[in-house]
């Protein structure tokens, strides 16, 4: 399977994407502040991950205490998830997902955690491996 998540608006404390699934757009994202890290360097919690191609895997967050999605190898990063939330606080350097119908927030993002989690566990199930880029 191969996520692709288009980042559409680089705000001063989020980032706004869209997240594609095979081509097929699945939902929007938030992510923290975008920073040219070669520029103004990372700060912990606030600050997006690079632009590139990672691979991910569905593992058990110790802290959600669920499954969700993992992007390994993130460059300066360390427990990126894929997981839900609404704002930009919630963030902590991860990818939510939701719908951006409101400026600065997502809604409904459990449900669109859910759509996501189904898709790629049946991906998984199939035998694929499964990656995201990021642009």
Not at 36 to 49: C, M, Q
């Amino acid at each position: 399977m191969k996520l692709k998540l288009i980042r559409t608006a680089k705000k001063a404390d989020y980032t706004i994407g869209h997240l594609y699934a095979d081509e097929q757009y699945v939902c929007d994202t938030m992510e923290p502040t975008w920073r040219d890290l070669r520029r103004e360097g990372k700060i912990w919690g606030r600050t997006a991950i690079p632009e590139g191609k990672y691979r991910v895997f569905i593992t058990k967050s110790k802290k959600m205490g669920r499954w969700l999605p993992l992007l390994w190898q993130v460059p300066g990063f360390e427990g990126i998830r894929i997981h839900a939330g609404n704002y930009p606080k919630e963030t902590q350097g991860c990818i939510l997902v939701g719908w951006n119908r409101h400026k600065g927030t997502l809604s409904n993002s459990r449900t669109a955690l859910h759509m996501l989690m189904q898709r790629m566990t049946a991906a998984l199930d199939r035998g694929e491996l499964i990656d995201i880029e990021i642009c």
